[in-house]
């Protein structure tokens, strides 16, 4: 919603992005080549993500983190871990390696510092879905005592909601369907042939974040 970028906006890809005297690869070595949001989604492109991460800025992408749910608990019924949003501050303070601008692109596309649990996530994509209501969430809808009694029933309840457009979100939905439902897309195998399935690929780090 800041307007750094539009649905046609395009970034070229050609398998890394040198940044700050350090080469940060794509996965796909090769490139991806010129990619519009919906494109770096479906394709999972590192590259197009960076370049957005350094516009965005790590204390910007640290805020709309924090939107999403990102660095507190869910509030579940169950011990629930808040996990870490890394903010320029954090990286100078609470790291032994101090601050660095590369950090800002390994948290663009998910990884360094970052932490956050499948809850987390799940509820950050539920939103995006549903239309921006970041949900309240509950280990059970309702319960019922030994006689069949209600004793506790739980609706839909929103903990807040995303300062985000529908035209941006229908955007990012639109390029989650593409990750599963286009052939091309990096989730192409888990198309179902009866039931409409989104989502979004990820790689885990091949080394272990150390702060």
């Known amino acids: 919603d800041l307007g750094l970028v539009t649905e046609e906006s395009s ?42 991460g350094e516009m965005l800025g790590i ?19 169950i011990s629930d871990q808040s996990g870490i949003v890394p903010t320029k501050k954090y990286h100078a303070t609470e790291t032994k390696v101090g601050w660095q601008p590369g950090f800002t692109l390994s948290t663009a596309i998910g990884q360094g510092a970052l932490t956050a649990t499948p809850l987390q996530i799940a509820r950050a994509f539920a939103a995006v879905i549903n239309g921006g209501n970041v949900l309240k969430l509950h280990l059970v809808a309702e319960a019922t005592n030994h006689e069949g009694e209600l004793i506790e029933k739980h609706g ?22 593409a990750v599963v439902n286009e052939p091309d897309g990096t989730a192409a195998d888990s198309r179902l042939e009866n039931i409409v399935v989104a989502g979004k690929t990820g790689t885990a780090e091949s080394a272990e974040w150390r702060a």
């Open 11 to 52: 970034m070229y890809c050609q398998g890394h992005y040198d940044f700050a005297k350090r080469r940060f690869h794509c996965h796909n070595r090769s490139g991806h080549g010129t990619v519009t949001l919906k494109d770096a989604l479906k394709h999972s492109c590192d590259v197009y993500f960076y370049k957005l």
């Open 59 to 77: 204390d910007r992408l640290a805020d709309y983190g924090r939107r999403f749910g990102f660095g507190a608990p869910t509030g579940i019924e």
């Open 156 to 177: 839909t309840q929103v903990s807040s909601r995303l300062d985000l457009s529908e035209e941006h979100m229908g955007i990012i939905r639109e390029g989650l369907l």
